[in-house]
C-alpha cells in the first residue's frame, strides 16, 4: 500500500475510534555487564547498550545518550515520510544529522547545579528532490509540529518511578 | 578498573579540568527504506530502526519511540552501577522496565490538541543484592537526580532544527 494511502487508512481508523489510537510501548532491561544492558522491545526485538571506555564501558554497542539522538533523527526521517505522503510533497532522500552536547560533570555529580543531560542539541536536515525550497519548508513545519521523539526533546513528560523491592 | 576507582579518577579529572567535561556526541541517519532508517553514531556503531506494520513499516528493527524507551531503561541501569559505586552499595542485578503511552491522533494529526510524543512514562526498577530496602531508596533517588536521559525525558532541551535546501 502506497504511504499516502496508508497515512489516510490510518487517519480514517483513529478518528472514527478514538480507542484504537491509545498505544503502549514497552522496554525491558537487563544489566548484563559491567556497563552491558541487554534490551527487549515488546515488539520483539533485540539489541545492546554499552558506554564507550572513555565512560568506563567496553565499547560494544552505542549508549544511552547516542540511541536517545538515533531515536530524535530517526523518528525525524520517519516523519519526513509520512508528512510528505500527507502534504503530497515528491521526496527523493532524506539524512538527518543530530548533535548534543552533555556536560559530564552533571552525570558524575561533580556540580548539581549542572544538568546531568543534554543542554543543546542541534538537527541538521538534508533534503532532497523536484520540490521548491518553500515547499520543503512547509514540510519541515508541519514534521516538527507532529514527529514524538521531538516533542519528548522539547517539552517535559510525566515520569513515574518504581522501586521493587529487593528480595 | 574496579568502577569505583574508574568513577574517582572521573571525578578528578572533571573537576580539575571542566573543558574535559563537555562531551559531544553524534549520529546520522538516512531513509534506507519505505520507513527503515540506518543509523551510524559517532563512536562507529551503526543499527536500524523501522516501524512495526501497523504503522506502515517492515518491522526489521525497533521503532523511534520503543528506542527513546530503551535510551531511558539503559541509562538508568548504567546509572545505578555508577552510582552503586560512588556510594559504596552492594548491587547484585539490575532490571528496568519501562513503559510509554502515546496517543497516535498527534502523530498523525487527527487533532492537533493531541501532542504527538509519549503523554505518560513508567519506569519499573528490579534491585537485587544484600543491601536493606533504605539504603537501595536513597541510590535511586541519587540516580533519578543524576540520569541524563531521564532528565531529558522530565526537562525540556533547546533544539535548533536547520534544513538544508534541496540540490
Known amino acids: 500500500m502506497p504511504v499516502a494511502e496508508f497515512v489516510n487508512a490510518a487517519k480514517l481508523a483513529l478518528s472514527s475510534d478514538p480507542t484504537q489510537a491509545q498505544a503502549r510501548f514497552r522496554a525491558h532491561h537487563d544489566l548484563t555487564g559491567r556497563t552491558e544492558v541487554t534490551v527487549k522491545v515488546g515488539s520483539g526485538h533485540r539489541f545492546t547498550v554499552d558506554e564507550?571506555?572513555?565512560?568506563?564501558g567496553g565499547d560494544t554497542a552505542a549508549n544511552p545518550v547516542e540511541y536517545?539522538?538515533?531515536?530524535?533523527?530517526?523518528?525525524?526521517?520517519?516523519?519526513?515520510?509520512?508528512?510528505?505522503?500527507?502534504l503530497g510533497v515528491e521526496l527523493d532522500r532524506v539524512e538527518v544529522e543530530i548533535e548534543g552536547d552533555i556536560d559530564l560533570r552533571g552525570f558524575f555529580g561533580v556540580d548539581d547545579r549542572i544538568r546531568p543531560g543534554f543542554n543543546a542539541v542541534r538537527i541538521r536536515v538534508r533534503l532532497i528532490g523536484p520540490e521548491s525550497a518553500a515547499r520543503y519548508e512547509e514540510l519541515a513545519a508541519a514534521v516538527d509540529a507532529h514527529c514524538?521523539?521531538?516533542?519528548?526533546?522539547?517539552?517535559s513528560v510525566p515520569v513515574e518511578r518504581e522501586l521493587t523491592p529487593p528480595h
Open 148 to 155: 514524538p521523539v521531538l516533542d519528548l526533546f522539547r517539552n
Open 68 to 86: 536517545a539522538l538515533a531515536s530524535l533523527g530517526s523518528c525525524q526521517a520517519i516523519s519526513y515520510r509520512v508528512w510528505a505522503a500527507q
Open 52 to 56: 564507550p571506555a572513555a565512560l568506563g
